[in-house]
């Protein structure tokens, strides 16, 4: 459904925020997109949407959805289609959310909008989103300000508000970030319910390999705006190529399997900036299997059905360093 | 994330040369000051009665001798220009400087204290915001007779309060940061943490105020000396310049126009260095 | 045992006043209530619960930066609120959550670390310089980042230099207010490591909070659990997280997301009613949103029953309680406290 191929964006020349990144989401499957802060996964959504700062430039060699180009998209039919067919939620529903309407008005605002869906309407298929979203008496949440809600009651607004015009995909930036555990909990069980019951594609983005073990479908995981390793779930954390990966996964505590006290496993260094034009390899800084040759092109390399990554080292190479 | 979505605006590179236009002219008018007598050939005081109203080099019949002409009373009207810079700027900084003190101090004070302190402060910006400053200065100058200490004195001791304001209102919110929460854990003394933490943090801020009210005392010195209670003649104030030029405005326009530009010159370029201050402080704060 | 406790709480309890409008009555919120609690020279307290539980003004209150309404903290023996600023913060500091927020930035990074020093005003200049070159070095800081300001560094590094602060006075006891909640998954083991090794090391005690159940699980050795400014569960850690007794603890753990594929999201069944700390509901606190409450629960408070590892406030854990509700390993006798 989505389908984007070779996505670069730059800004002003100076910062290359995605290099090439490629990822499709396919009708009913949650596609986990995962990395630090950043590595330019925020910035793919952004592009996707077209809701880029100005002065950004995004290029690519496919960036389609349902079959439409969405290169070649006027802005005035790409603002059409988002909301309608592809609708995004963000980490902050504050920011994203009017303090000065009430819930309802913005609500409604979306549907007659894309719709021109009378009023009553518009109302009664906002308390029936409201009640879908899991939200309780939502004839009264209708009528409150943002500021009265709670932040997982907002986050559910917010999704509630995507849902208005049946997308057929959300892209979820962060969600459940700024949320406690158990509601997160809880914002995540909808958005699994929803993608059963709807059909929806979902592009999840997050930097917590917890919430993609437990909703993705298929992960890619990003680094220095590139995709360094692409799978679907189960093999992603069952058998991990990337050293980047691997390196993720080994530094997340997990209760009754990290040994308490005994030190985690550390990626040292930060991320880097990469500048327009960086060849090689940008984790090879901070990689420990890093050889000369991982300053020229780096392969592709297949790792099974649907699984690649991106690395100088050998597609087996795991297996081989296990029997060493 | 966010230093990535941030692409530097179409705005930026103007912004920066208003900034800078700014602050060369502050730069002239300033260097003016400080270099006054050496660069101009004339006294500022010395009169001749025989050259009254010597038109300035781009009218005809203007000369070398006297590029921006003579006054009614045949005194060279650049010397007199320069001068008057010098006097517009001492008063701008020395009003600031005590102005500075006394609100910030206060304004500091109230914001890192509260409680008590506060209450006090806020008493006192309120007092002195029912002040009419104008009112005031009027009644003080035409009480005690016009000097220049004190109008820089009047201005100095009535121009605290947006200081006080925003002195309090940002110390308040760095206060609460926790750099400020650390310091007191480490047993830092009220002092260290109000020179070290705060103050160096709210500078910036304090500066724009600056500049806003360096304009301001220039502006009230010259309404002051144009009503004949500010900087007491043959002192050439600017303000006192446009005074004596206005009975001549009609056949000899350019006495009233050059003190009239320069002063707009000189306010409009602090401005432009506030607004370029404040630019960056917010660019600098999003980093 | 027979020395003092590092860190001792009685009875805290801190009370806001807050303003709803121009003319309306200040309301009451409770931020902590009645907290108890002490903590061996050596351990670490990880203290864990949901935004608005009072985990973070506990922090401020044991380190004196809020006095309390009601109650007494002891460091090492001796009541805070009768130590000198200098003495406390030879004993006491603290690392907080958001390394952007906690160091000046018109300061350079060595002069942060020497602050706590220069604030002591008996430390000669020379020996001010080396303490600080060892402390930078010792949390891997190199000399050349010494001359720097905090925007030229990454978070993490951030993070160790508000780590070298805390300890340039060789404290006992370390406040940690979520010191890796601002961090990226790969700086905040570089940092958790770091924390554990110099705990190690310098035999240090620390009150750990944090919102992160499987960073506190790594770290702890005791856990307390708070739920509208009460420690609703504390425990030593292995039992809390093999057998929680309460059923918040329970809902918390199971919120856990470890990355384990296939496991699906959980059902915590808390409903979406959100706690209040300006309007604590009567009784448990925690009925309203507890899936096993019973008509008890809103009118009595529920006391402090054992659990395997501690106590828990909770009817369900009463031995008299309706049978198989009641936590493991609950024993017949009530804390006292």
């Given at each position: 459904?989505l389908?984007?191929?070779?996505?670069?964006?730059e800004?002003?020349?100076?910062?290359?925020?995605?290099?090439?990144?490629?990822l499709?989401?396919s009708?009913?499957?949650?596609?986990?997109?995962?990395?630090?802060?950043?590595?330019?996964?925020?910035?793919?959504?952004l592009?996707?949407m077209?809701?880029?700062?100005r002065?950004?430039?995004?290029?690519?060699?496919?960036?389609?959805?349902?079959?439409?180009?969405?290169?070649?998209?006027?802005?005035?039919?790409?603002s059409?289609?988002?909301?309608?067919?592809?609708?995004?939620?963000?980490q902050?529903?504050?920011?994203?959310?009017?303090p000065?309407?009430?819930?309802?008005?913005?609500?409604t605002?979306?549907?007659?909008?894309?719709?021109?869906?009378?009023?009553?309407?518009?109302?009664?298929r906002?308390?029936?989103?409201?009640?879908?979203?899991?939200i309780?008496?939502?004839?009264?949440?209708?009528?409150?300000?943002?500021?009265?809600?709670?932040?997982?009651?907002?986050?559910?607004?917010m999704?509630?508000?995507?849902?208005m015009?049946?997308?057929?995909?959300?892209?979820?930036?962060?969600?459940?970030?700024?949320?406690?555990?158990?509601?997160?909990?809880?914002?995540?069980?909808?958005?699994a319910?929803?993608?059963?019951?709807?059909?929806?594609?979902?592009?999840?983005?997050?930097h917590?390999?917890g919430v993609?073990?437990r909703?993705?479908?298929?992960v890619?995981?990003?680094?220095?705006?590139?995709?360094?390793?692409s799978?679907?779930?189960?093999?992603?954390?069952?058998?991990?190529?990337?050293?980047y990966?691997?390196?993720l996964?080994?530094?997340?505590?997990?209760p009754?399997?990290?040994r308490?006290?005994?030190?985690?496993?550390?990626?040292?260094?930060?991320?880097?900036r990469?500048?327009?034009?960086?060849?090689?390899?940008?984790f090879?800084?901070?990689?420990?299997?890093?050889?000369?040759?991982?300053?020229g092109?780096?392969?592709r390399?297949?790792?099974?059905?649907?699984?690649?990554?991106?690395?100088?080292?050998?597609a087996d190479?795991?297996?081989?360093?296990?029997?060493? | 994330?966010?230093?990535?979505?941030?692409?530097p605006?179409?705005?930026?590179t103007g912004?920066?040369?208003?900034?800078?236009?700014?602050?060369?002219?502050?730069?002239?008018v300033?260097?003016?000051?400080?270099?006054?007598?050496?660069?101009?050939p004339?006294?500022?005081?010395?009169?001749?009665?025989?050259?009254?109203?010597?038109?300035?080099?781009?009218?005809?019949?203007?000369g070398?001798e006297?590029?921006?002409?003579?006054?009614?009373?045949?005194r060279?009207?650049?010397?007199?220009?320069?001068?008057?810079?010098r006097?517009s700027?001492?008063?701008?900084?020395?009003?600031?400087?005590?102005?500075?003190?006394?609100?910030?101090?206060l304004?500091?004070?109230?914001?890192f204290?509260?409680?008590?302190i506060?209450?006090?402060?806020?008493?006192?910006?309120t007092?002195?915001l029912?002040?009419?400053?104008v009112?005031v200065?009027?009644?003080?100058?035409?009480?005690?007779?016009?000097?220049?200490?004190?109008?820089?004195?009047?201005l100095?001791?009535?121009?605290w309060?947006?200081?006080?304001?925003?002195?309090?209102?940002?110390?308040?919110?760095?206060?609460?940061?926790d750099?400020v929460?650390?310091?007191?854990?480490?047993?830092?003394?009220?002092?260290?943490?109000l020179?070290?933490?705060?103050?160096?943090n709210?500078?910036?801020?304090?500066a724009?105020?600056?500049?806003?009210?360096?304009?301001?005392?220039?502006?009230?010195?010259?309404?002051?000396?144009?009503?004949?209670?500010?900087?007491?003649p043959?002192?050439?104030?600017?303000?006192?310049?446009?005074?004596?030029?206005?009975?001549?405005?009609?056949?000899?326009?350019w006495v009233?126009?050059?003190?009239?530009?320069a002063?707009f010159?000189?306010?409009?370029?602090?401005?432009?260095l506030?607004?370029?201050?404040?630019?960056?402080?917010g660019?600098?704060?999003a980093r | 045992?027979?020395?003092?406790p590092?860190?001792?709480?009685?009875?805290?309890?801190?009370v806001?006043?807050?303003?709803?409008?121009?003319?309306?009555?200040?309301?009451?919120v409770?931020?902590?209530?009645?907290?108890?609690?002490?903590?061996?020279?050596?351990?670490?307290?990880?203290?864990v619960?949901?935004?608005?539980?009072?985990k973070?003004?506990?922090?401020?209150?044991?380190?004196?930066?809020l006095?309390?309404?009601?109650?007494?903290v002891?460091?090492?023996?001796?009541?805070?609120?009768?130590?000198?600023?200098?003495?406390?913060?030879?004993l006491?500091?603290?690392?907080?959550?958001?390394?952007?927020?906690?160091?000046?930035?018109?300061?350079?990074?060595?002069?942060?670390?020497?602050?706590p020093?220069?604030?002591?005003g008996?430390?000669?200049?020379?020996?001010m310089?080396s303490?600080?070159?060892?402390?930078?070095?010792?949390?891997?800081?190199?000399e050349?980042?010494?001359?720097?300001?905090?925007?030229?560094?990454?978070?993490g590094?951030?993070?160790?230099v508000?780590?070298?602060?805390?300890?340039?006075l060789?404290?006992?006891?370390?406040?940690?207010?979520?010191?890796?909640?601002a961090?990226?998954v790969?700086?905040?083991?570089?940092?958790?490591?770091?924390?554990?090794?110099?705990?190690?090391?310098?035999?240090?005690?620390?009150?750990f909070?944090s919102?992160?159940?499987?960073?506190?699980?790594?770290?702890?050795?005791?856990?307390?659990?708070?739920?509208?400014g009460?420690?609703?569960?504390r425990?030593?850690?292995?039992?809390?997280?093999?057998?929680?007794g309460?059923?918040?603890?329970?809902?918390?753990?199971?919120?856990?997301?470890?990355?384990?594929p296939?496991?699906?999201?959980?059902?915590?069944?808390?409903?979406?009613?959100?706690?209040?700390?300006a309007?604590?509901?009567p009784?448990?606190?925690?009925?309203?949103?507890c899936?096993?409450a019973?008509?008890?629960?809103?009118?009595?408070?529920?006391?402090?029953?054992?659990?395997?590892?501690?106590?828990a406030?909770?009817?369900?854990?009463?031995?008299?309680?309706?049978?198989?509700?009641?936590?493991?390993?609950?024993s017949?006798r009530?804390?006292?406290r």
């Amino acid at each position: 459904m989505l389908d984007v191929r070779g996505l670069r964006v730059e800004f002003g020349g100076r910062t290359a925020a995605v290099r090439g990144a490629s990822l499709r989401v396919s009708k009913g499957e949650t596609h986990c997109l995962v990395g630090e802060s950043g590595c330019g996964k925020s910035v793919t959504a952004l592009a996707v949407m077209n809701l880029l700062a100005r002065g950004a430039k995004r290029d690519a060699e496919v960036l389609s959805f349902a079959g439409q180009d969405l290169l070649r998209l006027s802005d005035s039919r790409m603002s059409r289609l988002r909301g309608d067919r592809m609708a995004m939620i963000f980490q902050e529903p504050m920011t994203s959310l009017n303090p000065a309407y009430t819930v309802g008005s913005q609500m409604t605002e979306v549907l007659r909008r894309h719709r021109g869906t009378p009023r009553a309407q518009a109302v009664d298929r906002a308390a029936e989103l409201l009640g879908l979203v899991g939200i309780t008496a939502p004839g009264m949440r209708l009528g409150q300000y943002p500021h009265q809600l709670s932040g997982g009651l907002r986050q559910r607004v917010m999704i509630a508000m995507a849902l208005m015009c049946d997308p057929e995909l959300l892209v979820a930036d962060e969600p459940t970030t700024a949320l406690d555990v158990t509601v997160q909990a809880q914002i995540l069980r909808l958005l699994a319910t929803l993608r059963r019951d709807l059909g929806l594609g979902i592009l999840l983005i997050t930097h917590d390999l917890g919430v993609v073990a437990r909703v993705a479908d298929r992960v890619s995981v990003m680094y220095a705006g590139e995709v360094v390793e692409s799978a679907p779930t189960a093999e992603l954390f069952a058998a991990p190529r990337h050293p980047y990966t691997r390196g993720l996964l080994r530094c997340v505590p997990v209760p009754g399997k990290t040994r308490r006290g005994e030190p985690l496993g550390s990626i040292p260094g930060v991320v880097p900036r990469i500048p327009p034009g960086f060849r090689g390899c940008a984790f090879r800084d901070r990689c420990e299997h890093a050889a000369p040759n991982c300053a020229g092109a780096v392969p592709r390399r297949p790792a099974g059905p649907e699984h690649e990554f991106l690395c100088t080292l050998p597609a087996d190479w795991t297996l081989r360093e296990a029997a060493a | 994330m966010s230093e990535a979505l941030t692409a530097p605006g179409d705005g930026a590179t103007g912004r920066r040369l208003a900034f800078l236009l700014g602050a060369l002219i502050v730069g002239v008018v300033a260097l003016a000051a400080v270099l006054g007598p050496s660069i101009t050939p004339h006294d500022p005081f010395a009169q001749d009665l025989g050259k009254r109203l010597v038109v300035p080099f781009w009218m005809e019949g203007g000369g070398r001798e006297h590029p921006l002409g003579t006054d009614q009373l045949g005194r060279d009207y650049l010397a007199r220009l320069i001068y008057g810079a010098r006097i517009s700027m001492v008063i701008g900084v020395l009003t600031v400087v005590a102005s500075g003190l006394i609100g910030t101090t206060l304004g500091v004070l109230g914001g890192f204290f509260g409680g008590r302190i506060d209450d006090l402060v806020l008493f006192a910006i309120t007092c002195r915001l029912s002040i009419p400053v104008v009112l005031v200065a009027l009644a003080v100058v035409g009480l005690m007779g016009n000097s220049f200490t004190l109008v820089i004195l009047v201005l100095g001791l009535l121009l605290w309060d947006r200081f006080a304001v925003v002195a309090r209102s940002t110390t308040m919110q760095v206060r609460n940061l926790d750099y400020v929460s650390a310091a007191w854990c480490a047993g830092s003394s009220s002092f260290s943490m109000l020179v070290r933490e705060v103050l160096p943090n709210i500078a910036t801020h304090l500066a724009v105020v600056a500049t806003l009210e360096m304009a301001l005392a220039i502006l009230l010195e010259a309404a002051l000396s144009f009503l004949g209670l500010g900087v007491p003649p043959p002192l050439p104030s600017w303000g006192l310049m446009i005074a004596e030029a206005k009975d001549y405005m009609f056949f000899s326009p350019w006495v009233i126009m050059v003190p009239g530009v320069a002063l707009f010159a000189l306010v409009f370029g602090i401005n432009l260095l506030g607004d370029g201050l404040r630019e960056m402080l917010g660019t600098q704060d999003a980093r | 045992m027979t020395a003092a406790p590092a860190i001792e709480a009685r009875g805290l309890r801190r009370v806001f006043r807050v303003r709803q409008g121009l003319f309306a009555e200040p309301r009451q919120v409770v931020a902590v209530d009645d907290v108890s609690f002490s903590v061996p020279a050596g351990s670490v307290l990880g203290v864990v619960g949901e935004s608005g539980c009072g985990k973070s003004t506990l922090a401020r209150l044991i380190l004196g930066l809020l006095p309390p309404s009601a109650g007494d903290v002891l460091v090492d023996g001796k009541r805070l609120a009768e130590l000198d600023r200098r003495a406390r913060a030879r004993l006491i500091q603290p690392v907080f959550q958001d390394p952007f927020a906690s160091l000046n930035p018109r300061r350079r990074v060595k002069d942060i670390v020497a602050m706590p020093l220069a604030a002591q005003g008996d430390v000669p200049s020379a020996a001010m310089a080396s303490r600080v070159a060892e402390m930078l070095a010792r949390v891997g800081l190199s000399e050349e980042q010494g001359e720097r300001y905090p925007a030229q560094l990454s978070g993490g590094q951030r993070q160790r230099v508000a780590i070298a602060r805390a300890l340039v006075l060789r404290p006992r006891i370390v406040v940690c207010d979520e010191p890796t909640s601002a961090l990226d998954v790969s700086v905040q083991a570089q940092i958790l490591n770091l924390l554990a090794e110099l705990r190690r090391e310098l035999g240090l005690t620390y009150l750990f909070i944090s919102h992160n159940l499987a960073v506190v699980e790594h770290v702890a050795s005791e856990v307390a659990v708070m739920y509208l400014g009460r420690i609703v569960e504390r425990s030593e850690a292995e039992a809390l997280f093999r057998a929680p007794g309460h059923p918040y603890t329970r809902a918390l753990l199971a919120s856990v997301l470890t990355p384990e594929p296939g496991l699906g999201v959980p059902d915590v069944g808390l409903g979406d009613a959100m706690p209040d700390p300006a309007n604590i509901p009567p009784g448990c606190r925690f009925h309203p949103r507890c899936p096993q409450a019973f008509d008890r629960c809103p009118r009595e408070a529920p006391a402090a029953w054992a659990t395997a590892g501690g106590f828990a406030e909770c009817h369900l854990l009463e031995p008299t309680a309706p049978a198989g509700l009641a936590g493991a390993g609950a024993s017949q006798r009530q804390l006292a406290r």
